[in-house]
């Protein structure tokens, strides 16, 4: 008998740190794309990074959203890149403005923009088992040219309030005066003297109607369907601690000033507000002792204010938890409902007409401009144009709806991620550390899919399914299941989920994504030894101009435990060792 003819195994000629070539595109620039302009540049090698942004400029709903009044309504100070604090914050809540130039300027100063096309728009993706590579076409949207091409990673940074959500009301594109949504709003429009409709009660609504009613012989229509509670301002027992007057939301230039000139005292103010607003989390939990306190506190709060109209307090208090519908503080707005100029109606609209709306009771309401502060279309119908393998999508309007891995990797989608996917907003604490956390995670899954030479990586269908089933027996123990409509939430009745929150405090999300367990994917090697990453015996550091082959020695990677009680460590006293 002849020879049988084996593959022979022979040493991949590259050094262990294998920096084979990758290109990754990025779709959205706001927080999170901005904040992977800056971490995969810094940490990962050899890559071709290109961040696409269908707007004229980055900031993503910073950039978009421009209604009067609007504003971050967490701490501003909570509401930053820890490696990029600003004492220079003009007010506790930032205006959008504001927070639109601080993204600008991270992205300037830590070079972003050198990656970013702005105006342009994926207008379609897919997975290409024969390459394993994801090809997309994206369209210049200033000449409308359409190219195509590929990308060995795809990271949707879109976030889940990008889409608009008009009113579903009879007649709406008939109305003959101006109409308006608030995430896109006519800047140029004069509000003097004119009767105003705002359909909506969500956190948009509650900033813009402050605003308006203070305009110049405006008279408001307020349309409410559904009840919801005003909080007292995030942050202010924080401010309290801080001396400051939680009735008072300005700084003044000292007083910044005074932070800016002072890193310890500022890192202290920090600290002060992260946990401030980490310590909510148990008000989340239904009948726990500080959601009884929120909930006897805001409706005391929001009584008061509404005092010179009582018959409001009737109609806009819940019986349903705080926190069930996203809380918002609103500042001025409960004040301006009172005010004599404003009608706040829950009557149902049932048409619109050239003129106005007509109400189900009958009632017709003459209006000029009429607001939609309808908020945004979340789930899962329309997230993406994205096919994965085997023609798997995304969309799916119907239950279960969409369902992710850690909010970070979906099913049957090979090297693709997502920022503040499903399951990835935050009830209490910061949400920019979570942008951070998920950031990172996904840093190092590209950093093991270049090193170690794996074509793919895709989260397993049972790991899916634990997690899904792990968020939906959380969420019966806390407010969000309570009976009210909110975005959070997708479906009706027994199939009714929770898809807009992390299934725990901002703390617990942090921890969970530190270290990614490898064993909840699925790889795909490009070799047929799957150690043939381990090269020919040489790190990049035996090499000429590839780095410090005695790095071990250099203060900043020694690990230097404490004298007779290592136990001690008071790095992890902070926090506990992870591996």
């Not at 990308?151 to 889940?160: C, K, N, R, V, Y």
């Not at 956190?203 to 405006?218: R, W």
């Not at 609209?349 to 401009?369: C, F, M, T």
């Not at 994205?386 to 090297?415: E, Q, V």
Request: aromatic share 12%; net charge neutral; proline share 6%.
């Amino acid at each position: 008998m002849g020879d049988i003819k084996q593959n022979v195994f022979k040493l991949k000629e590259e050094p262990v740190e294998n920096f084979r070539p990758l290109k990754i595109r990025i779709i959205g620039a706001g927080y999170s794309g901005i904040y992977l302009g800056v971490r995969i540049p810094q940490k990962l090698r050899n890559v071709d990074l290109q961040i696409y942004e269908k707007n004229e400029g980055i900031g993503g709903t910073w950039w978009e959203n421009r209604y009067p009044g609007c504003a971050c309504d967490v701490p501003a100070h909570s509401y930053q890149f820890p490696f990029e604090p600003n004492p220079f914050w003009s007010s506790f809540y930032a205006p959008a403005l504001e927070i639109r130039q601080y993204l600008e300027g991270v992205a300037k100063k830590y070079g972003v923009l050198r990656f970013v096309k702005t105006r342009h728009q994926v207008k379609e993706y897919h997975w290409d088992a024969a390459i394993k590579r994801w090809r997309y076409s994206v369209e210049n949207l200033a000449n409308g040219e359409v190219t195509e091409d590929e990308a060995d990673i795809l990271i949707l940074a879109t976030g889940a309030l990008n889409r608009i959500k008009w009113p579903e009301i009879n007649g709406l594109a008939s109305f003959k005066g101006a109409i308006m949504h608030s995430a896109a709003w006519d800047e140029s429009y004069d509000f003097k003297n004119k009767r105003i409709g705002i359909i909506g009660g969500g956190s948009s609504a509650i900033q813009i109607v402050p605003q308006l009613q203070k305009v110049e012989g405006v008279k408001l229509s307020c349309f409410v369907r559904s009840k919801t509670w005003i909080s007292n301002p995030f942050g202010e027992m924080a401010m309290y601690k801080l001396g400051l007057d939680p009735t008072v939301m300005s700084f003044s230039q000292d007083f910044r000033d005074s932070l800016a000139s002072d890193p310890a005292g500022y890192l202290k103010f920090r600290k002060i507000i992260e946990v401030d607003g980490s310590m909510f989390y148990p008000a989340t939990l239904m009948g726990s002792d500080m959601q009884k306190m929120a909930q006897a506190m805001f409706g005391e709060m929001m009584r008061t204010r509404l005092n010179k109209k009582p018959e409001i307090a009737a109609q806009l208090i819940p019986s349903f938890a705080p926190g069930c519908r996203r809380l918002t503080p609103g500042p001025g707005y409960l004040e301006a409902l009172v005010e004599d100029n404003v009608e706040f109606i829950t009557d149902e609209i049932n048409s619109v007409n050239e003129q106005g709306v007509r109400l189900a009771s009958g009632q017709e309401i003459n209006l000029d401009a009429l607001v939609c502060a309808t908020g945004f279309r979340v789930g899962s119908s329309g997230i993406s144009p994205a096919i994965g393998r085997n023609g798997a999508t995304l969309a799916s309007p119907a239950p279960p709806y969409t369902k992710s891995y850690l909010g970070i990797a979906n099913g049957d989608f090979p090297n693709y991620f997502t920022m503040l996917g499903t399951n990835s907003g935050v009830g209490s604490g910061s949400l920019t550390a979570i942008i951070e956390a998920q950031g990172d995670y996904i840093v190092k899954c590209i950093r093991k899919i270049q090193k170690e030479d794996y074509a793919s990586m895709t989260p397993k269908n049972s790991s899916i399914r634990d997690f899904v089933e792990y968020v939906d027996e959380y969420f019966k123990r806390t407010v969000f299941k309570d009976e009210c409509r909110s975005w959070y939430k997708v479906g009706r009745g027994e199939n009714e989920r929770v898809v807009g929150l992390w299934p725990g405090s901002s703390q617990h999300c942090i921890e969970v994504l530190r270290s990614p367990r490898w064993e909840d994917f699925e790889f795909e090697s490009r070799q047929g030894n799957r150690l043939a990453w381990l090269g020919n015996g040489f790190s990049t550091s035996n090499l000429p101009g590839g780095g410090d082959p005695a790095f071990y020695l250099e203060p900043h990677f020694v690990d230097s435990p404490p004298q007779e009680r290592p136990e001690d460590d008071p790095k992890y006293q902070i926090r506990p060792f992870s591996h």
